[in-house]
Protein backbone atom coordinates (compact mmCIF):
# COMPACT_ATOMS: atom_id res chain seq x y z
CA UNK A 1 0.00 0.00 0.00
CA UNK A 2 1.09 3.78 -0.55
CA UNK A 3 0.84 6.17 2.61
CA UNK A 4 1.14 10.01 2.49
CA UNK A 5 2.07 11.87 5.29
CA UNK A 6 1.43 15.59 5.05
CA UNK A 7 3.08 18.12 7.52
CA UNK A 8 3.73 21.48 7.72
CA UNK A 9 0.82 23.14 7.77
CA UNK A 10 -0.85 25.69 11.02
CA UNK A 11 -1.87 29.09 11.65
CA UNK A 12 -0.06 31.65 9.92
CA UNK A 13 -1.10 35.63 9.40
CA UNK A 14 -2.01 37.29 6.03
CA UNK A 15 1.10 37.24 3.88
CA UNK A 16 2.68 34.80 5.75
CA UNK A 17 4.63 31.92 4.26
CA UNK A 18 4.27 28.06 4.93
CA UNK A 19 5.79 25.11 3.51
CA UNK A 20 3.56 21.88 3.22
CA UNK A 21 4.90 18.49 2.70
CA UNK A 22 4.17 15.33 1.88
CA UNK A 23 6.27 12.03 2.10
CA UNK A 24 5.30 9.19 0.49
CA UNK A 25 5.69 5.59 1.43
CA UNK A 26 5.03 2.23 0.49
CA UNK A 27 5.24 1.01 -3.38
CA UNK A 28 5.93 4.19 -5.15
CA UNK A 29 7.10 4.79 -8.70
CA UNK A 30 9.28 7.44 -9.68
CA UNK A 31 6.60 7.95 -12.66
CA UNK A 32 3.67 8.78 -10.47
CA UNK A 33 2.11 12.24 -10.49
CA UNK A 34 1.49 14.33 -7.19
CA UNK A 35 -0.83 17.32 -6.42
CA UNK A 36 -2.10 18.93 -3.60
CA UNK A 37 -5.92 19.71 -3.43
CA UNK A 38 -8.29 21.79 -1.42
CA UNK A 39 -12.08 21.96 -0.95
CA UNK A 40 -13.27 24.09 -4.11
CA UNK A 41 -16.69 26.25 -3.52
CA UNK A 42 -19.91 23.85 -3.95
CA UNK A 43 -17.99 20.45 -2.18
CA UNK A 44 -15.41 20.15 -4.91
CA UNK A 45 -12.04 19.42 -4.52
CA UNK A 46 -9.64 22.22 -6.39
CA UNK A 47 -6.27 21.01 -7.59
CA UNK A 48 -4.31 23.45 -6.11
CA UNK A 49 -1.32 22.66 -7.65
CA UNK A 50 0.04 19.66 -9.52
CA UNK A 51 3.48 18.36 -10.75
CA UNK A 52 4.06 15.26 -12.89
CA UNK A 53 6.83 12.93 -13.02
CA UNK A 54 9.03 14.93 -15.19
CA UNK A 55 8.82 18.36 -13.41
CA UNK A 56 5.64 19.71 -15.58
CA UNK A 57 3.56 22.21 -13.11
CA UNK A 58 -0.26 23.25 -13.20
CA UNK A 59 -1.68 25.80 -10.64
CA UNK A 60 -4.98 27.27 -9.46
CA UNK A 61 -5.44 30.58 -11.34
CA UNK A 62 -5.79 31.92 -7.41
CA UNK A 63 -2.49 30.79 -6.34
CA UNK A 64 -0.06 31.11 -9.44
CA UNK A 65 2.41 33.58 -8.80
CA UNK A 66 2.15 32.79 -5.24
CA UNK A 67 2.54 29.03 -4.62
CA UNK A 68 5.47 26.40 -5.46
CA UNK A 69 4.75 22.71 -6.11
CA UNK A 70 8.01 20.70 -5.92
CA UNK A 71 9.32 16.99 -5.54
CA UNK A 72 12.04 15.43 -4.05
CA UNK A 73 11.69 11.98 -5.89
CA UNK A 74 15.06 10.91 -3.60
CA UNK A 75 13.02 11.43 -0.43
CA UNK A 76 9.71 10.85 -2.11
CA UNK A 77 8.83 13.84 -1.12
CA UNK A 78 6.16 16.66 -2.52
CA UNK A 79 6.54 20.27 -0.96
CA UNK A 80 4.12 22.77 -1.09
CA UNK A 81 5.41 26.45 -0.83
CA UNK A 82 2.66 29.01 0.10
CA UNK A 83 3.65 32.44 -0.12
CA UNK A 84 1.94 35.27 0.33
CA UNK A 85 -1.27 33.76 2.30
CA UNK A 86 -4.38 34.87 2.23
CA UNK A 87 -7.80 34.32 4.29
CA UNK A 88 -9.33 32.65 1.67
CA UNK A 89 -6.33 29.80 1.07
CA UNK A 90 -7.85 28.24 4.75
CA UNK A 91 -8.51 25.19 3.85
CA UNK A 92 -7.44 21.38 4.45
CA UNK A 93 -5.02 20.50 2.29
CA UNK A 94 -4.95 16.78 0.66
CA UNK A 95 -1.86 15.22 -0.94
CA UNK A 96 -2.47 12.97 -4.04
CA UNK A 97 -0.47 10.78 -5.82
CA UNK A 98 -1.73 9.35 -9.10
CA UNK A 99 -0.37 5.76 -10.07
CA UNK A 100 -1.71 4.62 -13.54
CA UNK A 101 -5.60 5.08 -12.48
CA UNK A 102 -5.06 4.31 -9.10
CA UNK A 103 -5.48 7.33 -6.63
CA UNK A 104 -3.70 7.76 -3.27
CA UNK A 105 -4.90 10.45 -0.48
CA UNK A 106 -3.21 11.94 2.51
CA UNK A 107 -5.46 12.22 5.25
CA UNK A 108 -5.43 16.13 5.06
CA UNK A 109 -3.45 19.17 6.80
CA UNK A 110 -4.90 22.01 8.02
CA UNK A 111 -3.49 25.08 6.90
CA UNK A 112 -5.58 28.52 8.27
CA UNK A 113 -4.82 31.77 7.43
CA UNK A 114 -5.97 34.59 10.37
CA UNK A 115 -4.83 37.65 12.00
Known amino acids: QVQLVESGGGLVQPGGSLRLSCVAS????????MGWYRQAPGNQGELVAG???????DYADSVKGRFTISRDNGKNTVYLQMNGLKPEDTDVYYC?????????WGQGIQVTVSS
Open 26 to 33: GSISIVAN
Open 51 to 57: ITSGGRT
Open 96 to 104: QLVLGVQNY
